[in-house]
Each structure stands twice: as C-alpha cells, then as structure tokens.
Nanobody, 114 residues
Framework: VQLQASGGGLVQDGESRRLSCAAS????????LAWHRQFPGKERGLVAA???????AYADSVKGRFTISRDATRNTIYLQMNSLKPEDTAVYYCNAVTDSYNVWGQGTQVTVSS
C-alpha cells in the first residue's frame, strides 16, 4: 500500500486543522495506523496511533487536543488537531504497519503561528 498525506498548512495559535492520509489499498487489515511528526533537527516521534482493534494511543503533548480516526470506506486515516500551539509546528507523517511492511507517507508541513 502507498500513503498520501494532505491537509497541512499555516494556521494560527488556537485554531484547528485536520490531516488526511489516503491509502492506495484497503486499510482494514492493517495492524497499526499512526501519525508521527518531526521537528527541525529532531528525530521523528509518534503523535497518535490506532490499532486494528480500534485502540488508540497519543503522545502526552497532544492528549485531549488531537484525535486519530480512520474511515475504512475511504481507506483514509485522519488526525484532527484542535487547540494548535506553535510547538506543534512540524512535518507530519502517516504510517501503516502490518506483518509484511512498514509504509510511510510523504509528510505534510503544519506551521502554527503565534
């Protein structure tokens, strides 16, 4: 499967944004779908993940503000980001993990201005 992330852009402090990640194939059997982000000069880190069974996990820094979801009918993963802060500025990547592969989308830049 291939992933195509979109939805990034420039937003103001406190605003919301939704990222989308469209998969080229079915996401039904994928073990783990996730969003990661990378700050300049830093390693990529997990933001949110959702398992095949629907369990979710979030980085402490985004708990209560971000929500990961999926739509199997559209083969799309979403990251709803609310109450954005300047420190959320990063490149966001979607990720799909199965027993056979670990695939990354191309990244989408989110910039939060104060």
């Amino acid at each position: 499967v291939q992933l195509q992330a979109s939805g990034g852009g420039l937003v103001q402090d406190g605003e919301s944004r939704r990222l989308s990640c469209a998969a080229s194939g079915s996401i039904v059997g994928i073990n783990l779908l996730a969003w990661h982000r990378q700050f300049p000069g830093k390693e990529r880190g997990l933001v949110a993940a959702i398992s095949r069974g629907g369990n979710t996990a979030y980085a402490d820094s985004v708990k209560g503000r971000f929500t990961i979801s999926r739509d199997a009918t559209r083969n799309t993963i979403y990251l709803q980001m609310n109450s954005l802060k300047p420190e959320d500025t990063a490149v966001y990547y979607c990720n799909a993990v199965t027993d056979s592969y670990n695939v990354w989308g191309q990244g989408t830049q989110v910039t939060v201005s104060s």
